[in-house]
């Protein structure tokens, strides 16, 4: 069977597909409503909307939420948010700040490590997991939680859950006052990415951007740039092609990509075809980043570099985001499959866990 054959059927896919990432990745509009839906009952003490800095404990896919919540309400939020994937928290948490504990398994050691310093911080908690020992902590001190039940996220990997992840992180600073958004913006984001998804699966044959970019990047180290709002959608690609299609990338964000990498393109000169860099664009960017995105694969391909350009054409900057997503999903699974490799499992990550235990 050949490549192009291998992308256009289902039953060839699903023969790699054991744990059925794909229809995760179908199901993103389904997770995204299920969130928003699910957190409707959520009640937070009278103390929480007063905190002065917002600080998300999470690692890997269950910190990707935060990671786009910030770049995409970076021009709202008046409060400080920061993302803190380590076993400490900021010195400067205390009984002002929220710490909200994202954690799919419930197990994480470092998230474990952060509920433990929190607790002892007196800081406002509130936690977002699948279950696990983060759940009976909640349950114990009576913190606010959303419980995903992932229906949804058939393969079960924190990082096919991104609809569960980001939407309650999202509903829980939206109840609390610190973000604005309205009901009807997620279903038109939901009625779009339904659309999309269409666009992108295994039966869309002709002129399917997620297969053509799987082509382009095959047997490539991978570069992503992206600026401003798409920062955060981009992570999440980056992320799900290093542990879905086990592929090595480089992430860099614009302007500060201009301000030193361009004079690294020169050397080594043997492993220019080895490279392709993807830069994601978007008519939402302020003009000069534009400019930018332009201007810089325009270096690249003067170096000798394949690269292409991805266009966010969606007509709002959520919607783009999770345009982005839902392509780079799409385009990190159909990878996967050229890699000839199961998407789901993670050895080398588990591994590493399993050493860290001992």
Not at 115 to 136: H, R
């Amino acid at each position: 069977m050949t490549i192009d054959s291998l992308l256009n059927s289902r039953s060839r896919i699903s023969a790699l597909d054991k744990q059925n990432v794909l229809a995760s990745i179908e199901a993103l509009p389904d997770q995204i409503q299920d969130a928003w839906s699910a957190t409707e009952s959520l009640v937070f003490p009278d103390t929480y909307p007063n905190c002065r800095n917002i600080v998300v404990s999470g690692m890997g896919g269950s910190a990707l939420g935060s990671l786009i919540i910030k770049g995409l309400f970076k021009d709202e939020l008046t409060l400080p948010l920061e993302v803190y994937s380590h076993y400490h928290l900021p010195n400067y948490v205390d009984h002002n700040s929220l710490v909200l504990l994202s954690s799919y398994s419930g197990n994480t050691e470092e998230t474990l490590s952060a509920a433990k310093q929190a607790l002892e911080k007196k800081a406002k908690i509130a936690v977002i997991t699948s279950g696990g020992e983060l759940e009976k902590l909640s349950q114990q001190h009576s913190w606010p939680i959303y419980k995903i039940e992932p229906t949804y996220n058939p393969s079960n990997e924190p990082r096919m859950a991104i609809g569960y992840s980001v939407f309650g992180q999202l509903s829980i600073l939206a109840k609390l006052g610190l973000i604005n958004i309205a009901g009807v913006e997620v279903l038109n984001l939901v009625d779009h990415l339904r659309s999309l998804v269409k666009r992108l699966t295994v039966e869309s044959v002709e002129q399917n951007t997620a297969k053509l970019l799987a082509y382009s990047a095959y047997d490539k180290v991978i570069v992503l740039s992206a600026a401003e709002h798409l920062i955060g959608a981009v992570h999440v690609t980056n992320n799900q092609i290093n542990e879905n299609a086990k592929n090595l990338t480089a992430e860099w964000h614009l302007p500060e990509f201009n301000h030193h990498y361009l004079e690294a393109l020169s050397f080594p000169k043997s492993i220019h075809e080895n490279i392709f860099f993807l830069l994601f664009n978007s008519p939402l960017y302020t003009p000069e980043v534009t400019k930018r995105v332009g201007i810089t694969s325009t270096v690249i391909e003067h170096m000798g570099y394949p690269v292409e350009v991805v266009e966010a054409t969606a007509p709002t900057k959520l919607e783009q985001v999770f345009e982005i997503i839902t392509l780079g999903s799409f385009f990190n699974f159909y990878l996967a499959m050229l890699n000839n490799i199961n998407p789901a499992p993670i050895p080398n990550v588990d591994w590493f866990k399993a050493e860290m235990k001992k």
